[in-house]
């Protein structure tokens, strides 16, 4: 985990009143609730309602909507209170967001962050669905988020570094459970714990260009050809050389996206020496020609390729 980075941090606390809910507009991040204190659901679009007790935590993956419900019975005098928020909200835009009148009957910290493992796989962008776990009060996140907005709120100098490094310590936590937890979502962080498997994995991240084979990677990595396949392929579903594909189109993507580079630069970068080749491949991962992605990509700015990870 020396290879994770935590960017793009925004924090926030939401205290909603019983009776109160709160509609969070979809986002492009990846987006953490961490459950401070009283009990709730989160609604998450197409998912089972999740129970929200003091100390759970949910990662929801992008472009997911959602609304947070207290659980208390609604006093006759707050019936009808609830705020509705439109897609102009940004979380983590407020330090604190209050939602009714009286005595809170759930508490969270909300907001959206960026963790990019090995400078190239989004660990939470491409989830199925939410990742929900609960920890103890002894584990503090509590503390470690509250410092963290403590920082974004007081806008001083590195207040952005700090507050990414004490969310980071928050994931850590989290992806620990990959040891302990029964729950399906620790499979898709099982190269956390092949550390030979990670390493030929930042290698091809971070040189996709480079003459990649399996006898490479296995070499570099210690392994023999055999056990490093049957690793590799237990970590991601999918052989190295289909994995290294997808990295290189993503970063053709990015590439594209960026309108820096012509094509045939393009597909040098993404270690390709013909460029039909590299248009025929482009094609089968994005439906579209790399002239017709860059288009669109000029159309839509802000958009970008999605590490679509098994």
Not at 38 to 51: A, Q, T
Not at 145 to 150: G, P, Q, T, V
Not at 171 to 192: A, D, K
Request: hydrophobic residues 45%.
């Amino acid at each position: 985990m020396t290879t994770l980075e935590v960017g793009r941090v925004g924090l926030s606390e939401r205290a909603l009143v019983a009776g109160a809910s709160l509609v969070l507009p979809r986002c492009e991040l990846s987006t953490i609730h961490y459950c401070l204190a009283g009990s709730g659901k989160l609604l998450v679009d197409g998912e089972l309602p999740i129970h929200l007790s003091a100390h759970t935590l949910v990662i929801v993956p992008p472009g997911k909507g959602l609304t947070i419900v207290p659980s208390d019975p609604v006093p006759a005098a707050q019936r009808g209170n609830a705020k509705f928020l439109d897609d102009a909200f940004v979380l983590g835009s407020a330090h604190r967001y209050e939602v009714g009148d009286g005595e809170p009957s759930v508490m969270l910290v909300c907001g959206s962050f960026q963790a990019v493992c090995a400078a190239a796989l989004d660990l939470f962008a491409s989830l199925a669905s939410p990742i929900v776990e609960t920890f103890d009060a002894h584990d503090q996140l509590d503390q470690v988020l509250s410092f963290a907005m403590a920082e974004l709120a007081a806008q001083d100098v590195g207040g952005g570094p700090m507050s990414a490094a004490l969310l980071k310590l928050v994931l850590l936590s989290l992806l620990r459970r990959c040891l302990v937890s029964e729950n399906p979502w620790v499979e898709r962080f099982s190269i956390l714990n092949d550390p030979p498997v990670a390493r030929a994995f930042a290698e091809m991240a971070s040189r996709p260009a480079a003459r990649h084979t399996v006898q490479s990677l296995s070499h570099l990595v210690g392994l023999s050809r055999s056990a490093f396949m049957s690793r590799f392929a237990s970590s991601f579903a999918e052989s190295p050389m289909s994995l290294l594909r997808r990295l290189r189109m993503r970063h053709a993507a990015g590439q594209l996206a960026a309108n820096a580079l012509s094509i045939d630069q393009v597909a040098l970068q993404a270690g390709y020496q013909s460029r039909s080749s590299f248009t025929r491949t482009f094609r089968r991962h994005y439906g579209s020609d790399p002239s017709e992605y860059r288009a669109e990509a000029r159309r839509t700015p802000g958009t970008g390729p999605v590490w679509q990870a098994p």
